[in-house]
Structure formats: structure tokens, C-alpha cells
């Protein structure tokens, strides 16, 4: 059973098994883990249930996003043992309350918590990024558009993506189109994405398995880059 079974329609479900949607595109040679936009303004600066978090943090996700770090905690652990490069997105300024971001009454809004030493576009703590690890301020919801994330890819060698962060709906799901349009093979983490709305984040997985990317369980991915743990270095360009 996938995540969006439950809100699909019957004839969408026909319709989606009738035209051959959903095909596996399968692993790369030469993965990259892709850490989006896990940040405290889409976190908040606590693990706390998301009609609490979002009276200070309009973007957060509440404890979907706090479930989230914990399982790219984990992806991390494996892809840097696995020698895989890890490449970060945040927010283009550090004002990340910003106007033309999306269209949110709230966007303007500047959080500001007593004793909390993080601005809301740094990494959150549990899951920094390590020295010699890319971390790209992006100006819109992909990872692609205007930063020179596809032209580093390239020079890496990487022939596929393993897609983590937020939310759903919104940068990720724009950079699994971008990606697959670059022709990397996409694959995203189902437990290592997550989104303040339920609904979108269902429709946005079943709409990203269906035609641009593989939406893959945790476990999967950690046997397959343990696999490449195992296998000779030369087989990952760093």
C-alpha cells in the first residue's frame, strides 16, 4: 500500500495502472543526496505539534518536519560512510519571512525567539552540514533555479538524486521536475520529506512517482547506498 492510496480516486487509480504511469527508473551509478531547505522557519525552533509551532513560524511543519530530521539524520550517517556527496539548499537571505517567497499574508513576519541563536534559514542543528559539504542559498523553490547546483552535479559526475527535506509539495517536488528535466535519475525518501499540509503531501508523492521521479521507502535506500559502502570507492566521483 502507498501513502496516497487512501486519496485517490478509483478512476484516477485506473487511469494511473491503464497508461503505465509510475514506472521505476532504478538507481544511478553516481548518487548525490540533495538536503532541501531543513531549516528552523520550516521546523520551528522546537519539535512541538503544528498548530503550535505555526503562531511563531508560519512555514513550519511542526513534528512531520522534526520525524523528518531524524530519518535524514540517519540517510546522512550511511551516505557519508558510502562516501556519497550531500549537498544543502536554504533560503537565498537570511530573512527568510520574505515577500514573493510564496503567497502567505504572513510572509513578511520576523520571528524572533529569546535565546534561540539560529536565524530561521540556518540548517538545523541535528543535521549541519560537514566541511567540504555544498550548502546553496536558492532564491525560489528549486534547487536548480539560479544556483550553480546542475553545473556542480556535472563536475561530480553525479548521474542521480536522493531527494530529502521540504517541503513536498513546494522545493522538492520543483526540484525532482528540475532534476528529472536535467536527466538525473530522482528518487525521493519518503520518510525524509515532509510538508505542513497532509493532503499536499500526499497528492505531491503519487504525482512525483507517477512521472518524474521514484518515491522510495528509507529502508531501500539505506540497503542500496550500503551497498555502495561495500563496493570499490572509484565507483562514486567525489
Known amino acids: ?53 505555526v503562531r511563531r513560524w508560519p512555514y513550519s511543519c511542526g513534528l512531520q518536519g522534526w520525524e523528518g530530521v531524524r530519518h535524514i539524520a540517519s540517510l546522512l550517517n550511511a551516505a557519508r560512510r558510502a562516501g556519497l556527496p550531500v549537498v544543502y539548499t536554504t533560503n537565498a537571505r537570511e530573512d527568510t519571512h520574505r515577500p514573493g517567497t510564496m503567497k502567505n499574508a504572513r510572509g513578511a513576519e520576523e520571528v524572533k525567539i529569546p535565546d534561540f541563536p539560529h536565524d530561521g534559514a540556518d540548517i538545523v542543528a541535528e543535521i549541519t552540514p560537514q566541511p567540504g559539504e555544498l550548502l546553496l542559498r536558492k532564491p525560489r523553490a528549486s534547487a536548480f533555479f539560479g544556483t550553480p547546483l546542475a553545473s556542480y552535479l556535472v563536475g561530480l559526475g553525479v548521474d542521480s538524486l536522493i531527494l530529502t527535506g521540504t517541503t513536498t509539495s513546494g522545493c522538492v517536488r520543483a526540484s525532482a521536475v528540475d532534476g528529472h528535466a536535467y536527466n538525473f535519475k530522482v528518487a525521493v525518501v519518503e520518510e525524509c520529506v515532509f510538508d505542513r499540509f497532509e493532503i499536499s503531501h500526499k497528492i505531491s508523492l503519487f504525482d512525483m512517482h507517477a512521472k518524474y521521479a521514484d518515491i522510495v521507502r528509507l529502508a531501500e535506500v539505506m540497503e542500496f547506498v550500503e551497498r555502495m559502502t561495500a563496493a570499490p570507492k572509484a565507483a562514486v566521483s567525489r
Open 1 to 53: 500500500m502507498r501513502i496516497w492510496d487512501d486519496v485517490l480516486p478509483e478512476k484516477d487509480r485506473q487511469v494511473y495502472e491503464l497508461g503505465g504511469f509510475g514506472a521505476r527508473q532504478g538507481w544511478g551509478s553516481r548518487p548525490a543526496v540533495l538536503v532541501i531547505d531543513v531549516n528552523y522557519a520550516f521546523v520551528g525552533h522546537r519539535p512541538e505539534p503544528i498548530l503550535e509551532s
